[in-house]
């Protein structure tokens, strides 16, 4: 029982001395981020809306409207 709770209290120690050295992002930052981020899921969602635009093209030219 004894090396487990070593264990726990050494992760705890190692968490804590993380977040003391974590600093907070500023503004410009956080807003650079968030810009990064919408333009990567604008992206991805273009990308997937146009492979399924060409889908429904080709089946409606495989199935004639039907499929």
């Known amino acids: 029982m004894q090396i487990s ?3 726990v209290e050494r992760k ?3 968490i ?4 003391r ?3 907070k992002t500023s503004r410009e930052d956080y ?6 981020v919408g333009l990567g899921l604008g992206a991805v969602g ?3 809306f ?4 060409v ?7 495989i199935f004639g409207g039907r499929g």
């Open 55 to 61: 889908s429904v093209f080709i089946s409606v030219g």
């Open 46 to 48: 273009g990308i997937a």
């Open 31 to 36: 807003t650079q981020h968030l810009r990064l």
């Open 5 to 7: 709770l070593s264990i």
């Open 16 to 19: 804590i001395q993380t977040l």
């Open 21 to 23: 050295l974590a600093k």
């Open 50 to 53: 146009i492979i399924k635009l």
């Open 12 to 14: 705890i120690g190692e």
